[in-house]
């Protein structure tokens, strides 16, 4: 399996994230359209090259998405029970078309799950990195992770 148990994490664990991604135009249409996203900086060429950013800015639901998956491989394939909620997400810069992106993740705190004593709640920071190093993309992902050692 290639997650991880609750009981292989510890705190301050950091990974850098194989797979990269470059975002197509096809990605970002069909995303949009998939969620019924109509925002004109997304899908027309046009309005967007006359916005602030010059042309197509990516959906950033589709950013924050292909952020969590692209770590699902190193983190919960497999171990994961429920994600519980994502918190303080924000994108400080914006993503193009052309852009190619990497992820990373930190463990940032453990509990123990008072319900489920088979599972623990793992928080993951996640980051989004384009190709010049800027962070595009960045939450906290709290999940409730498979013990390997269950009681």
Not at 34 to 42: D, E, G, S
Not at 76 to 87: C, M, S
Not at 126 to 140: D, S, Y
């Amino acid at each position: 399996m290639a997650g991880k148990y609750f009981d292989e994490w510890t705190i301050g664990d950091k990974m850098e994230h194989e797979i990269r991604r470059t975002v197509t135009e096809t990605d970002n249409v069909l995303f949009s359209a998939m969620t019924y996203n109509p925002q004109p900086l997304h899908i027309d060429a046009e309005f967007a090259k006359n916005s602030e950013f010059g042309q197509i800015l990516v959906n950033g639901t589709f950013t924050f998405a292909l952020m969590a998956g692209l770590s699902v491989g190193d983190t919960t394939l497999g171990t994961l029970v429920a994600n519980l909620g994502y918190d303080k997400l924000v994108m400080p810069k914006p993503v193009f078309i052309g852009d190619t992106l990497r992820a990373t993740t930190e463990i940032v705190d453990l509990k123990e799950s008072k319900s489920r004593p088979q599972a623990g709640i793992v928080t993951f920071r996640h980051e989004m990195l384009n190709q010049r190093g800027e962070i595009v993309c960045q939450c906290l992902r709290m999940a409730l992770v498979k013990r390997k050692n269950a009681p």
